[in-house]
């Protein structure tokens, strides 16, 4: 682009910028998603910056991309609610405590949570990534053994944390109350 467009650019989003920002706030749930609209509508002003119509029609023509931006953001907006309805309810059902008196995930979700955030990261890494001891060491920038003491003290505290919380695990891995505990 030569200066000459670059200085056209300036001076249209100089001239509209309040408009257009006006335009989108007013459509908007929140103002991070109407920065969002006014944001993408001059993001596609700059690469389509050849159509962009001289004067007064300007304005107009940033009306309708931002008309359009807005359209794609409220079905990406749409999109995401159902999703979450959906997680959400999948959620309720997974974390609920199991109806035949184990401990549900919930509580041992609360004792994961109370863990560090280096004990956590360390633990999912493992449990949630399935990531190796190799591989751990190379994503954190530490040497395998550290990797390996790291790791060996974070799950000893997690283990601690759930007897203090009367949590133990059966034979079958399945996590039961402490005897003498009531659910």
Known sequence: MDDDEVARFEGVYRETYDQI?????????????????????????????????????????????????????RRKTDRRRVRNVELDAEMADLYSDPPDGGVGVSAVAEVFRGLSDDDRELLSLVAWEGLGRDEIATMLGLSRNAVRIRLHRARRRFSAALDAAEIRTSTHGRMMPAAGRSS
């Open 21 to 73: 920002t006006a335009y989108a706030a007013r459509r908007c749930d929140s103002p991070q998603d109407a920065a969002d609209v006014v944001a993408e509508t001059f993001a596609i002003a700059w690469r389509k910056l050849a159509e962009l119509p001289p004067g007064r029609e300007a304005r107009l023509w940033l009306y309708g991309v931002a008309r359009r931006v807005l359209a794609d953001h």
